[in-house]
Nanobody, 125 residues
Framework: VQLVESGGGLVQPGGSLRLSCAAS????????MNWVRQAPGKGLEWVSS????????YYQDSVKGRFTISRDNAKNTLYLQMNNLQPEDTAVYFC???????????????????WGQGTQVTVSS
C-alpha cells in the first residue's frame, strides 16, 4: 500500500497550490480520503475529507472557501486545491485513508488506515 503526495512548495501569500496524492495497493474508490497537516512544532490538524461513493466533502472552518478537495477514482488520486494561501497554512500536508467509506476528522494518526509521507507547503513572502 502506498500514498504518495506531491505538489507542495514555496508560495507567496495569496497564491495557490494543488496537492495530489497517488494511491496504490488498495481499492481506492472504496475508502474515504482525508488531508491532515502538521505545522512546525505543532500537532496534527485535520484539514478536509471526501467520502467514497457519495463524494460528500468536509472542511475545517479555517480553510472553507479557500480549499477544495476532490478525487478521481479512475486515476486513484486525491487532490487538494488550495487558493489564497496564508502563512498559517504552512505545514506538511499528509493524505490518509479512512478505515471505511466515511470521512475521518481525527487528529490522531492511528485513526487512519493508510498514511502518506507528506509534502511540505510553505507560504511566505
Amino acid at each position: 500500500v502506498q500514498l504518495v503526495e506531491s505538489g507542495g512548495g514555496l508560495v507567496q501569500p495569496g497564491g495557490s497550490l494543488r496537492l495530489s496524492c497517488a494511491a496504490s495497493g488498495f481499492t481506492f474508490a472504496n475508502y474515504g480520503m482525508n488531508w491532515v497537516r502538521q505545522a512546525p512544532g505543532k500537532g496534527l490538524e485535520w484539514v478536509s475529507s471526501i467520502r467514497s461513493i457519495t463524494l460528500t466533502t468536509y472542511y475545517q472552518d479555517s480553510v472553507k472557501g479557500r480549499f477544495t478537495i476532490s478525487r478521481d477514482n479512475a486515476k486513484n488520486t486525491l487532490y487538494l486545491q488550495m487558493n489564497n494561501l496564508q502563512p498559517e497554512d504552512t505545514a506538511v500536508y499528509f493524505c490518509a485513508a479512512s478505515f471505511g467509506s466515511h470521512a475521518t476528522t481525527s487528529t490522531m494518526k492511528e485513526n487512519y488506515k493508510y498514511w502518506g509521507q507528506g509534502t511540505q507547503v510553505t507560504v511566505s513572502s
